[in-house]
């Protein structure tokens, strides 16, 4: 069992930063993680992933060069690190984890292919 608690998201004008947290507990070796976001009355979309040791990462077109996923091991904490904001990435920020040792592919966009969620933490850019 994988527990999974988000922290970060505020309200925040356009144009600045944020960074979230997703602390890990229970059995994380070897798991993937993921940023998912769900905006009002939209359905949950991929934002971003890393694999077990960091060496590969994905992300969404609409936050490439912008958002920067990463994962301390030992804290066994994920961040996603949040510049430019936009009023559109206005959403609940949700981390996810894989199962052991499944690495990074084309399903690694889809939420089905994680198995454990956070509550998420709300991140508000205003214009």
């Known amino acids: 069992q994988v527990q999974l608690v988000e922290s970060g998201g505020r309200l925040v004008q356009a144009g600045g930063s944020l960074k979230l947290s997703c602390a890990a507990s229970g059995r994380t070796f070897g798991t993937p993680m993921g940023w998912f976001r769900q905006a009002p009355g939209k359905e949950r979309e991929f934002v971003a992933a890393?694999?077990?040791?960091?060496?590969?990462?994905l992300y969404a077109d609409s936050v490439k060069g912008r958002f920067t996923i990463s994962r301390d091991n030992d804290k066994n904490t994920a961040y996603l690190q949040m510049n430019s904001l936009k009023p559109e990435d206005t959403a609940v920020y949700h981390c996810?984890?894989?199962?052991?040792?499944?690495?990074?592919?084309?399903?690694?966009?889809?939420?089905?292919?994680?198995?454990?969620w956070g509550q998420g933490t709300q991140v508000t850019v205003s214009s």
């Open positions: 996810a984890a894989g199962e052991p040792w499944q690495g990074l592919t084309s399903r690694s966009y889809d939420t089905q292919s994680y198995k454990y």
């Open positions: 890393i694999s077990w040791a960091g060496g590969n990462s």
